[in-house]
């Protein structure tokens, strides 16, 4: 929003609020006031509705008992019509103890009748009814005695010209019996007085207050009272008149103002924005000595010495220009962190005007160790200059030591130390600690194989190495300027670091099965193919081991695919144990592995298949099962045997023929291990051998040795177990 808007809408607030604050009491108190009248009206003819009912009743009541005291039953039919006649009753009936009628006078209303005492109607009313107990002299029972007035429209009206109110009778269901309202009301008031409560007084859309009377002990009828409004008509549509001729008004004499007002600010809106564009000449007229006036003087001023500063600025600019399409390039070029390191640290002495610098990352025992230096020469504690490696200070001791440790940067004057530190001499110093960027998880840790966790204590702070610069020309010490400079430096560190490390995690997760920590099948093919070339190179056998554990499906089923990821990951532990380092394990997928064993025959790799078979059999794997309880799940492993080049000719064809021999093994009945066929005819290869060859002196097998080197002499597993694989690959 503009000025100009706002200039309007805090005059529209401050003058329209008060008026809609008015028009809304205004109204509000109105209403109230009406609905006031209207509940004290509806209180008064609820009154009267009771107390006239109630008449009614004790009328009835003593026409009742008129009868009932007449002692000879003979008489008692001539003072019934005596009682109708005098128009103190509509209808008397005697009724016997059995209940049978023994007299009633003509032209009585239709039953059934309400009595009075009841606290409630029980269906549609027809009459009012009083009834009182016959008794002889001795004060036997002999009856009751009933007077009775009809309730029909005559009895409503009634009611209403009493209480001047309109007056509706309600059966037991809801519905309307006998009503004074208009038809055109008569649906509004009855929905309003299904929502009343007791003696709540509800409205209808129309403007009419409705309240329900009864039924309750004394007054059984359930009537429905209702009163127009007071309220004036036309009342609301004034007040919204009122408002929005206001508002008029109001928006009127606050454009004004505000044209008023923001036409200065709107030229020196114009010259800033031409400032904003490059053009440091603009400058804006002073036409008065107020705020704005002031505010004009003082942004010509602006613009005159930021036009210095440019020219300033320019020429640094262009030096930091070039350092940043440096350190950029190096950045997007290469994963090499000791040239990324290099072009920093040099990029940061330029900038800053220092002598001498280093970069320090910290090692996994909680030491900074040196990755670069510049001009440090003269200046080194140690007495190898030539390695930066040499520069090495424990996290808390010294500066840089302090510096990773706090994570705070430091700067200043050299003062040293009593106890060597490890730390070059310099007469000033600025050093700076920089950290993995945020949002970028810690690596290494027991589940990171190949990343050994760095020292808890030694990374509190996050800190991964410390970034210092040292002396200046002149002695002069490092201001805040170098401080800002040297971090923002030390933050593309931070960047290059672990962009390494995650491009090294990368490489390392795309060719690992996350389940078992083993090679994948993606590494598998690059390795098949790597190691065929070197068996090549060098004239020695490789040999292939296919292996699939036996009816994995039923453990799955069994006890759950959880069982199942267990037992993977044991057997994938047990097929490391019992490999060599050279050896390379992998995960072709779900149950099926693959072993390389380089520089082994086909001897060697049987006696590597009976120790993983032996391994597998007989330790059975323990799992969780469904009830929580550990349980022991036997495990096989059939396993089909490849030598290259006995078997085949390439890497995909001796992969081919492991597994060829891995279904001979399941077809044999599974837990055990088959040796491929060799091929008819047998695939040869023309190598060079001297006349009258013996084996060589390291008596690992050679390719297309022929009987000089048979497969039960040779094989560097034929001897004892190889060296144990202690970590995954």
Known sequence: MTLRGRLTAAFLTVVLGPVLLGAFFVGSTLSAVDRGRATERLGLAAAGVRTSVDALCQQLRAAADAVALVADPAARPRAADQVVGRGLAAAVQIVDTTGRTSYATLGGPAGPWQDCAADAATGPVRALAARVRLRDPAGADL???????????????????????????????????????????????????????????????????????????????????????????????????????????????????????????????????RVAHGDLTARVPVRSRDEIGRLAGAFNRMTRETGSYVAALTSSRDQLRGHLTVLGDTLASTHDLQRILRVILHSAIA??????????????????????VEGLDGRWPSEDPADPATLRVPVGAGVLGTVAATGEPLRGRWEPAEQPTGEPSCETYVAVPFAAPRGAEPRGGPDRPGHPPADEDATECGALGVLALYDRPGADEFDDGDLVTLRTFAGHAAVAVENVRVHEEAQRLSLTDPLTGLWNYRYLRESIRREVERANRFGRMLSVL?????????????????????????????????????????????????????????RGATIVAERLGSVVRDQPVRVEGHTGEPIAVPVTVSIGIAVYPDHAAGGQQVLDAADDALYAAKAAGRDGYRLARAPDPVPTQEIPVVAAAVSPPDGLPRAGAGDAAPVAQGGASSGPHPPRQSRGR
């Open 143 to 273: 009856g009751t005695v009933a007077a009775a007035q009809p309730v029909d429209p005559a009895f409503v009206a009634r009611l209403a010209a009493v209480t001047g109110v309109g007056v509706t009778l309600l059966d037991d269901p809801g519905r309307i019996t006998h009503t004074t309202e208009d038809r055109e009301v008569r649906a509004a008031v009855l929905a309003a007085a299904r929502e009343a409560d007791g003696d709540r007084v509800t409205d209808t859309a129309d403007g009419r207050y409705v309240r329900r009377v009864g039924p309750s002990p004394g007054q059984p009828l359930p009537l429905v009272l209702s009163v127009p409004g007071e309220r004036p008509p036309g009342l609301y549509a004034a007040l919204v008149g009122a408002v929005v001729l206001a508002a008029l008004l109001a928006v009127l004499a606050a454009w004004r103002l505000a044209r008023v007002t923001t036409r200065p600010l709107v030229e020196l809106a114009g010259a800033v924005d």
């Open 351 to 372: 900038a800053t005007g220092a002598r001498a610098g280093a970069v320090l990352l910290l090692d996994g025992d909680g030491v900074l160790v040196g990755q670069c």
């Open 546 to 602: 296919a292996l699939d554990l036996d009816r994995f499906k039923d453990v799955n089923d069994t006890w759950g695919h959880a069982a199942g990821d267990a037992v993977l990951v044991e057997f994938a532990r047990r097929v490391r144990g019992e490999i060599r380092e050279v050896d390379l394990a992998f995960r072709q997928g779900g149950e099926e592995f693959v072993v390389l064993l380089p520089e082994t025959d086909a």
